[in-house]
Every structure is written in structure tokens, then in C-alpha cells.
């Protein structure tokens, strides 16, 4: 199974958009699962304060994980991996139009009638699945290009 794959699996089993990108990549970058889980778990709807879409906070931590910095005042390692979260967002945008969950969804999930809106639309089964997937994908891309 790819990690795209594995990414979409781990939604369809019920963990968050974040959840389900950030787990698939943890153990290869070095944080155990059930941490991983942990960590992802409030970023998933747009953190439910309307924001980013949960799949790409999932990628950022990803990210991260990957290329961080771990010294203070490493200010080069600190700037490039602004210079990845960039470059994923924007092909994320070119891919979807938007990083913001209520535009991807066509609903504000933080509010009850867009909950119900989302739910009546199917939007947990179809769009929140793409999203994991092209989230995914575009990791998966990242990762094999030679500058990340």
C-alpha cells in the first residue's frame, strides 16, 4: 500500500485530516504513531476555527519532522522549511483553489448548521478523502524532489 493510500485508510478508519497525513509519515521521520495521533488531533476540521485545511497542518508537522531545525538560532534550517511549507501550499491552492477548510468545503464546519450542511453534502466522505489524498500526494513528491 503507498503512504497516499495509507493516508486516505487512516480517515476512512475515523482519525482527522491531520491525523491521518501526519501518522502515515511519523515513523519514518522519527515520532512514534500514537504521539503523532496525539499532536494532530486538534488541527483536523481547520482546527475548528475555520483555518487551514486539517490535511495541510498534517503536511506542515511532516514537514517539519523531515526538515526542522532543533538549534535555536538556526535560522537557515528555520527559513527553508518556511520556503517547503510555501511551495506545498501553493501547489495545494493551485490544485483546489484554497487552503482554507470552509472554501474547500463549500461550509463552515465550526458553526452547527454548516455541520449539517457538510454532512447532507457528503463532504467527509468525498471531498475530506481528496483532500488527505492530495495532501498526500504532494508530500510524496516533496520528499522525492532533491531540495524538498
Partial sequence: MSKVEKAVEQFEKGYNCSQAVLSTYCEQLG??????????????????????????????????????????????????????????????????GSTQCHELLGCDITKKEGLEIARQKGVFSVTCPNMVKSAAEILEKMFEEKDG
Avoid: P
Wanted: aromatic share 10%.
Fill in 31 to 96: 515520532l512514534d504513531y500514537d504521539t503523532a495521533l496525539k499532536i494532530a488531533t486538534g488541527f483536523g476540521g481547520g482546527m475548528h476555527i475555520d483555518g487551514t485545511c486539517g490535511a495541510i497542518t498534517g503536511a506542515f508537522m511532516a514537514l517539519g519532522l523531515k526538515y526542522g531545525n532543533t538549534i535555536a538560532k538556526d535560522q537557515v534550517t528555520k527559513e527553508n522549511v518556511y520556503i517547503k511549507i510555501i511551495k506545498f501550499s501553493r501547489r495545494f491552492n493551485d490544485q483546489h
